[in-house]
């Protein structure tokens, strides 16, 4: 007599590709006063200025709130709460990179020694997570985060620029 066993797979929310149609689960749409709230995950300056050009525009008369999330890697030896670079380095850098959007942009900067945990720390579950990898047909660092992320719960939009 076989046994047969049923796999069982949660589901997972698919990553949003902005610029082609596809379906996606609902992501944090109220966040208490009734704005949309969107998390933007910085990657560098260049794609993380694209990714908020974008929400910015998709976002226009939605009364969005916009966070910018970066994850400041600390190595083990040293402790969280000093870290070789001042995160108030990072914290101007986010700031700069900011500055040309129409949306208030809040800032956090997240010391953690892994990126995932660092960005579980400050996305809520469920959220509208936003950012921009470059368009290359091996996996990047963002896509392989943007998988992470959907099958976490959340709904993630990615440009490819």
Do not use: C
């Not at 996606?24 to 704005?35: A, F, L, T």
């Not at 108030?88 to 892994?114: T, W």
Request: no cysteine; proline share 8%; aromatic share 6%.
């Amino acid at each position: 007599m076989a046994l047969i066993q049923k796999a069982t797979s949660r589901p997972s929310q698919p990553v949003l590709r902005l610029g082609t149609l596809a379906s996606h689960g609902p992501g944090e749409w109220d966040s208490g006063s009734g704005d949309l709230r969107v998390f933007v995950i910085y990657s560098s300056a260049e794609l993380t200025r694209s990714a908020l050009g974008a929400v910015a525009a998709l976002t226009q008369n939605l009364s969005a709130r916009v966070a910018l999330v970066a994850v400041q890697i600390v190595p083990f030896p040293l402790p969280l709460d000093r870290p070789a670079v001042p995160s108030s380095f990072l914290e101007q850098e986010l700031k700069a990179v900011a500055r040309g959007i129409e949306l208030p942009v809040e800032v956090h900067v997240v010391m953690a020694r892994d990126p995932e945990v660092g960005i579980e720390r400050v996305i809520s579950p469920g959220s509208l997570v936003v950012f921009a990898t470059k368009r290359r047909w091996w996996p990047t660092p963002q896509k392989k985060l943007a998988r992470w992320l959907a099958r976490a719960g959340h709904s993630v939009a990615l440009l490819e620029v």
